[in-house]
């Protein structure tokens, strides 16, 4: 439960993504009563790709995109759209960049809140899928990277 809590609190904002050749999904992975809630396959799955300048410029590009406006330029939660944000839905973007955050998820559950987003009943959007709009999971796993590096910035 304090796991569930975790990336709750963690991912009830974490506005970011990829895109390139569409992959289906495993059965597991499609579909949950609770928008919260991530599947240990999910969970359990490893980056497949590995940290390089280029995959770091590549994952910045895709935050500035699609991340910035809600988590900020340094994900901390305070983009320009965040405080109507948590005005409207109830939820402020979360502060990507803290150490319960970094080291209380994994690669693979921050790629599955990326692509499924968090959808409340009655169609409320608290993050957007971006499965749909960054179609290629490499891109969805660049994003991973870049979130991963925004937390050792902030350490430094």
């Avoid at 405080?83 to 693979?108: C, F, I, M, S, Y």
């Amino acid at each position: 439960m304090k796991r569930l809590w975790m990336v709750v609190s963690v991912l009830t904002s974490l506005p970011l993504l990829a895109g390139g050749s569409p992959q289906t999904p495993p059965a597991a992975e499609q579909a949950t009563d609770d928008p919260y809630e991530i599947p240990d396959s999910a969970r359990d799955r490893r980056n497949p790709v590995v940290r390089s300048d280029e995959t770091l410029r590549a994952g910045h590009t895709l935050w500035q995109k699609h991340c910035e406006t809600c988590h900020g330029v340094t994900g901390r939660g305070d983009g320009p759209n965040a405080r109507l944000h948590e005005q409207r839905k109830g939820h402020a973007p979360r502060n990507l960049t803290q150490p319960k955050v970094q080291d209380n998820l994994t690669d693979g559950e921050i790629f599955w809140r990326i692509s499924k987003g968090i959808i409340e009943e009655g169609n409320n959007v608290i993050m957007p899928r971006y499965e749909d709009k960054i179609p290629s999971e490499t891109e969805r796993w660049q994003l991973v990277v870049f979130v991963r590096e925004l937390g050792r910035a902030a350490r430094r």
